[in-house]
């Protein structure tokens, strides 16, 4: 019985990758730029892309992943960009995003006028990391009042992701956090992945943000 639900798991999970590569190769070749943002619920990824529209202008559409609710897709509406909401609660609350869902965001939304797709995933540090999106960069939040440890709790997400922005910074006179040690647990996990430390509220780090998006890694096959 455990042999045929890993063997049903494993063909769903290629179906999705053949579906994430579809996204990505098509994205490409519209010059569109597609990152995916994952972190624990509240961690900043609406403020973030919030603040990223304000620096980096209005060529960016946005597909938000909620249990329930339309409240991110309304805050990126009020900025006068285009967000598409998927909530997952009617259909048993899935934790993450599937690839086939982000390809009926696209067609809804439309590729024209924009630069960049950002992926807001569904709050948790688990299940998104099991899904390819179709993204060029996945990326990583982790807000200093989560714990220098999530690295070596949540490998996973950590692991598929390129980049890892430690989010809040402007708390970190408040508590005692060592972005040393964040910085070695995640090196532990994942060398290769790149680490920014930035604040949407106050804005420090917001620039170097802006630069990798402006430099596009990982686009070019
Ligand atoms: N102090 C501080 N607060 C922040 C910062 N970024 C976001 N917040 C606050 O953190 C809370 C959660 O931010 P959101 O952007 O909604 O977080 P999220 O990751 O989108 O949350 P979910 O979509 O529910 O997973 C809000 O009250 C934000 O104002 C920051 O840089 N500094
Ligand atoms: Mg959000």
């Given at each position: 019985m455990e042999t045929k639900k890993i063997a049903v798991m494993q063909k769903l999970l290629k179906a999705?990758?053949?579906?994430?590569?579809?996204?990505?190769?098509?994205?490409?070749?519209?010059?569109?730029?597609?990152?995916?943002?994952?972190?624990?619920?509240?961690?900043?990824?609406?403020?973030?892309?919030?603040?990223?529209?304000?620096?980096?202008?209005?060529?960016?559409?946005?597909?938000?992943?909620?249990?329930?609710?339309?409240?991110?897709?309304?805050?990126?509406?009020?900025l006068g960009i285009q967000a598409y909401q998927i909530n997952t609660g009617p259909f048993g609350g899935d934790c993450h995003l599937e690839a086939a869902w982000i390809r009926a965001a696209i067609d809804e939304l439309g590729l024209d006028g924009m630069d960049y797709l950002f992926v807001e995933n569904?709050?948790?540090?688990?299940?998104?990391?099991?899904?390819?999106?179709?993204?060029?960069?996945?990326?990583?939040?982790?807000s200093v009042t989560e714990g220098e440890d999530k690295p070596?709790?949540?490998?996973?997400?950590?692991?598929?992701s390129?980049?890892?922005?430690?989010?809040?910074?402007?708390?970190?006179?408040?508590?005692?956090?060592?972005?040393?040690?964040?910085?070695?647990?995640?090196?532990?996990?994942n060398?290769?992945?790149?680490?920014i430390e930035v604040s949407a509220h106050s804005g420090a780090g917001m620039e170097s943000w802006i630069e990798i998006l402006k430099n596009r890694p990982n686009f070019q096959s």
């Open positions: 999705n990758d053949a579906v994430a590569e579809g996204i990505r190769s098509e994205l490409r070749e519209k010059n569109v730029f597609f990152v995916n943002l994952m972190s624990s619920p509240g961690s900043g990824k609406t403020t973030l892309v919030e603040e990223t529209v304000r620096r980096l202008g209005k060529r960016i559409k946005v597909v938000e992943g909620d249990i329930q609710t339309t409240l991110d897709a309304e805050r990126l509406q009020k569904i709050g948790n540090l688990v299940c998104p990391a099991e899904f390819d999106v179709g993204a060029h960069l996945n990326v990583l939040l982790l070596l709790k949540y490998p996973l997400a950590f692991q598929v390129q980049l890892c922005l430690v989010t809040k910074t402007d708390f970190l006179p408040l508590r005692n956090f060592s972005l040393q040690k964040l910085r070695g647990n995640i090196r532990q996990v060398p290769a992945c790149a680490v």
